[in-house]
Nanobody
Framework: QVQLIESGGGIGQPGNSLRLSCVVS????????MGWFRQAPGKEREPVAA????????YYRKSVKGRFTISRDNAKNTLYLQMDNMKPEDTATYYC?????????????????WGRGTQVSVSS
């Protein structure tokens, strides 16, 4: 059974940091590229960051570049998202997702497996 379980969400103030984790099971982790997506209330889900199977390539949306860092530990079947200098506009539910092929990292339609999400709120 495929499972992607996110954790690490919470409430923070602007400028704070959070680290999200996504532990996966049920498929061969290092054969899948991984991504983080987010959906704010009343808005469409959008790509945040993605990483290739061995971690040699990363993608970031423009608004998080320089503040967020995606990484993975294939030995632990775990994906991470380090979020630094958070802003109120980062408030959303964050989802991790897995895709088989290393193309079009920002296209959510290409992701086969999804977690249920973890909530992040940034407010002063």
């Amino acid at each position: 059974q495929v499972q992607l379980i996110e954790s690490g969400g919470g409430i923070g103030q602007p400028g704070n940091s959070l680290r999200l984790s996504c532990v996966v099971s049920g498929f061969t982790f290092d054969m899948y590229a991984m991504g983080w997506f987010r959906q704010a209330p009343g808005k469409e889900r959008e790509p945040v960051a993605a990483i290739s199977k061995q971690g040699t390539f990363t993608y970031y949306r423009k608004s998080v570049k320089g503040r967020f860092t995606i990484s993975r530990d294939n030995a632990k079947n775990t994906l991470y998202l380090q979020m630094d200098n958070m802003k109120p506009e980062d408030t959303a539910t964050y989802y991790c997702a897995a895709k088989r092929f290393a193309t079009n990292y920002d296209d959510q339609n290409e992701y086969a497996y999804w977690g249920r999400g973890t909530q992040v709120s940034v407010s002063s």
